[in-house]
């Protein structure tokens, strides 16, 4: 049988200001039973604005993005090249049942007139 914990779960919204920008940050906080019958007001306030303030430093200071390699540069090209292999084909296919489509059709009208 599993494991059962039971958590309380609440629920805090806050409207934050990034940058000029209001944003609403909705988060939830997992309590025991035990944890919420003794935490206080101000702990809980105190862990809501630990995860606001976590909220805006990852909007005001996100991580940088590493800059591709060589590798990965040439594993985007041989992707590409792959779709542009693939569109080819399917082109081609597509091309061709238009032709023959074209040319049963003219060959029903040449028919027509004779």
């Known amino acids: ?33 035990e944890e919420d019958a003794t935490i206080s007001e101000e702990d809980m306030a105190d862990m809501m ?8 430093d990852r909007l005001q200071n996100p991580p940088e993005v590493p800059e591709p390699t060589d ?9 590409l090249q792959t779709q542009i292999d693939s569109l080819t084909d399917q082109q081609t296919q597509v091309q061709t049942t238009l032709d023959t489509k074209v040319e049963r059709r003219l060959g029903k009208q ?5």
């Open 71 to 79: 590798a990965d540069l040439q594993q985007q090209i041989d992707d």
């Open 49 to 56: 604005n630990e995860r606001i303030n976590a909220f805006i």
């Open 110 to 114: 040449a028919e027509g007139l004779k």
């Open 1 to 33: 049988m599993p494991t059962v914990t039971r958590k309380m779960q609440v629920v805090f919204t806050e409207r934050v200001n990034v940058n000029g920008q209001g944003i609403d940050f909705t988060d939830a906080l997992y309590l025991t039973p």
